[in-house]
């Protein structure tokens, strides 16, 4: 009897398993670490790669290190002609697509009379330094009436363009009026072709070609200061963290798909709401942004991230990290089925959170201003799924 019953007892697992999935399921919220890079620091504001496993870190006071495996070590130092402190400084670096080819890469600065520069230099013979002497000066934006909003990043699109995101000029609310105006490139975001001429070319699709009193290199307008964007490696898309006045933080998404020509609102608007009753706010030309927030939490300053690409955390693929320089909150944005993005909570630190980065593979990278960089990932344990088993 006790066998019959062991042996019905088998038949009938046996048949539950051929009937029916195994309940194994993956854990639906990640818990994320940021585990130490580097530390000792001097002021790190921007990470970024050349097409390679080397990470190179832009730090404000005017030099850009590689750290990698073997060790942290300087690739460029310009201290000399950066002036730096506040929002001034050093800010960016992007490495041309062509980069391990042509040896090019470019920065963006705020020289010693406060102008916004973006310059180019060369790969040295030793492939882990730069050429100090190799200097061109690409392009110079005066910027002298405030020290503040300098904007900061510079990204090369999926076209090969190099895109230049420019503060409007400083002061509280827009004094210049830089944001809505065409005839400067001070609140905007640039589009320029780097090896069309000397020292550039205005891309034929630009959309402000042709325009009386418009800045032909201008790809959009209406911003205020854009410390940090990025594109979507995958997808194209244009993702710009747009740090705000007083009361809203917010992330502008311009898709792939887009002509250019974008009117994100400032400073009619801030964020999604009305900021200069007088201009008439939004009439429904403008762009309004897919995040914002305020400034609960001791929030301030928004630092835009990346849309997570990579394949070492599964759970945040298609997930648009950002955080906040004051908090030190790092969000994670997701797309609904409506079409809406909304954002949560990834993890509360007690970081300045100056920028973040992407390496070659798409793994996303924190700096913190104080001096250090962080490799951002997901521990959560991940489950198989649901799956059937037949026998």
């Known amino acids: 009897m006790i066998h019959l019953k062991i042996h019905i007892r088998m038949r009938l697992?046996?048949?539950?398993?051929?009937?029916?999935?195994?309940?194994?399921?993956?854990?639906?919220?990640?818990?994320?670490?940021?585990?130490?890079v580097a530390t000792g620091l001097d002021q790190p504001?921007?990470?970024?790669?050349?097409?390679?496993?080397?990470?190179?870190?832009?730090?404000?006071?005017?030099?850009?290190?590689?750290?990698?495996?073997?060790?942290?070590r300087e690739f460029l130092n310009i201290t000399p002609i950066v002036?730096?402190?506040?929002?001034?400084?050093?800010?960016?670096a992007a490495f041309h697509p062509r980069y391990a080819e042509n040896g090019f890469f470019y920065v963006y600065y705020t020289d010693a009379e406060g102008d916004i520069v973006i310059a180019r230099y060369r790969r040295g013979n030793d492939p882990?330094?730069?050429?100090?002497?190799?200097?061109?000066?690409?392009?110079e934006i005066p910027h002298r009436d405030f020290a503040n909003h300098n904007g900061g990043q510079l990204q090369f699109g999926p076209d090969g363009y190099l895109y230049i995101g420019t503060g409007d000029g400083g002061d509280a609310g827009d004094s210049l009026g830089s944001g809505q105006r065409l005839d400067t490139l001070l609140g905007?975001?640039?589009?320029?072709?780097?090896?069309?001429?000397?020292p550039y070319a205005v891309p034929s699709s630009n959309p402000f070609i042709g325009r009386a009193g418009a800045r032909p290199e201008i790809w959009a307008y209406g911003l205020r200061n854009p410390w940090r964007f990025s594109f979507d490696r995958i997808s194209g898309d244009l993702w710009i963290a747009d740090v705000g006045q007083g009361a809203f933080e917010e992330v502008d998404l311009q898709p792939?798909?887009?002509?250019?020509?974008?009117?994100?609102?400032?400073?009619?608007?801030?964020?999604?709401?009305?900021f200069s009753p007088a201009s008439g706010c939004n009439d429904g030309s403008l762009t309004l942004p897919v995040?914002?927030?305020?400034?609960?939490?001791?929030?301030?300053?928004?630092?835009?991230?990346?849309?997570?690409?990579?394949?070492r955390n599964t759970r945040l693929r298609g997930t648009y990290i950002f955080g906040d320089y004051c908090n030190g909150i790092i969000s994670?944005?997701?797309?609904?089925?409506?079409?809406?993005?909304?954002?949560?909570?990834?993890?509360?630190?007690?970081?300045?959170?100056?920028?973040?980065?992407?390496?070659?593979?798409?793994?996303?990278?924190?700096?913190?201003?104080?001096?250090?960089?962080?490799?951002?990932?997901?521990?959560?344990?991940l489950l198989p799924r649901r799956r059937a088993v037949r026998r």
């Not at 504001?45 to 006071?61: K, N």
């Not at 002509?259 to 009305?274: D, I, K, L, T, V």
């Open 332 to 381: 994670g944005a997701t797309q609904q089925p409506d079409g809406t993005w909304t954002a949560r909570t990834l993890i509360d630190t007690t970081f300045f959170i100056s920028a973040f980065g992407e390496d070659f593979n798409g793994e996303i990278y924190v700096a913190e201003h104080r001096g250090a960089i962080y490799h951002l990932i997901d521990t959560a344990p």
């Open 291 to 311: 995040l914002e927030y305020g400034r609960e939490n001791n929030a301030c300053s928004v630092t835009g991230g990346y849309r997570y690409r990579g394949s």
């Open 128 to 139: 882990d330094r730069a050429d100090p002497n190799s200097r061109t000066l690409i392009l």
């Open 45 to 72: 504001v921007a990470i970024t790669h050349a097409g390679d496993a080397r990470l190179f870190v832009t730090l404000q006071r005017g030099r850009i290190l590689i750290i990698d495996a073997a060790g942290t």
């Open 83 to 92: 002036r730096s402190g506040g929002e001034r400084g050093l800010l960016s």
């Open 188 to 198: 905007k975001m640039l589009r320029i072709d780097v090896d069309g001429g000397a």
């Open 13 to 36: 697992t046996a048949l539950a398993l051929f009937l029916f999935p195994i309940l194994t399921y993956a854990a639906d919220e990640p818990r994320i670490e940021l585990r130490v």
């Open 256 to 274: 792939a798909t887009s002509s250019g020509g974008e009117n994100y609102g400032w400073n009619r608007m801030e964020g999604a709401h009305c």
